[in-house]
């Protein structure tokens, strides 16, 4: 763990300051680990209004991706890949919030199928996030649960959605729902045509970051040159964590708290953890 932290503490200590705060700046990319990196954007010419977007990238030949999660209760992000013994991690997929425990989607874990909730057909839920092994993750509009239930016993695949990019083509989205069309803090993954992986969390409900629409989100995804990507859970859920980063590795601000800090988090089912 010391020798994680000392690659994981690269930074001035002026400028993890700022990052604590939450204030805007503009960095370069910052090597974690090799392959892993990470950068924060304030403003892109496609949203001119203010942002806080946190970007990882992962390259899957070097780093490991995995989904930690839990059943019969929620936990934080940063729990979660704390106690995995992870390098990083994001929230992923969406929770039965109202039970208190469990996804919400068909979820399927190292061949052991861990939720086998009916999602096909939902207007959002409409894509799959499968977690090979090792490899590049694949994206694709989610088949039925007897298919994932035969799927190699090595791959995790957790339903979620929309699909946003397939292929390197925008997906056909609903302009009429507001889940799709108004701001949100957003979560989501995608994978460049070069097999890397990009961690993408955008704040929002905050003066200082409105957060995005889907059709504003993909087209970020697009500058970033990305070729498949997913949505994933966002509002007060989307949160970015680093191991040995301030403010519990939390480095976005998430909106559960209503401030534009790092304290916000809300508790999850499950995340993508980076080893």
Not at 165 to 186: E, I, T
Request: charged content about 15%; some cysteine.
């Amino acid at each position: 763990m010391n020798a994680i932290k000392k690659i994981l503490n690269p930074l001035p200590f002026i400028l993890l300051l700022l990052i604590a705060a939450c204030a805007p700046l503009r960095w370069e990319s910052v090597r974690l680990a090799p392959g892993l990196s990470w950068r924060q954007v304030q403003q892109v010419r496609s949203v001119p209004e203010p942002q806080n977007i946190q970007v990882m990238a992962v390259d899957p030949q070097l780093r490991q991706l995995e989904l930690a999660f839990v059943t019969d209760t929620f936990l934080p992000t940063s729990v979660l890949g704390e106690d995995a013994g992870a390098l990083a991690a994001i929230n992923a997929g969406f929770f039965r919030i109202r039970e208190g425990r469990g996804s919400a989607t068909y979820l399927r874990v190292r061949g052991q199928t861990i939720d086998d909730l009916p999602a096909q057909g939902h207007a959002q839920l409409n894509g799959a996030l499968v977690l090979p092994a090792q490899g590049v993750p694949r994206i694709e509009y989610a088949r039925s649960n007897a298919e994932y239930n035969a799927a190699p016993a090595d791959q995790t695949v957790l339903v979620t959605g929309p699909v946003l990019l397939l292929d390197g083509m925008v997906q056909p989205l609903d302009s009429s729902s507001d889940f799709v069309s108004q701001r949100h803090p957003r979560t989501c993954l995608c994978t460049t045509a070069r097999g890397e992986v990009l961690l993408v969390t955008v704040d929002g409900r905050h003066a200082e970051a409105l957060g995005m629409s889907l059709f504003e989100l993909t087209r970020l995804l697009e500058k970033f040159r990305c070729h498949n990507a997913i949505n994933l859970d966002g509002g007060g859920s989307t949160t970015m964590w680093i191991q040995g980063q301030p403010e519990n590795g939390v480095v976005n601000c998430p909106s559960d708290n209503a401030t534009f800090d790092h304290a916000g988090e809300r508790p999850v089912a499950n995340a993508v953890i980076v080893h």
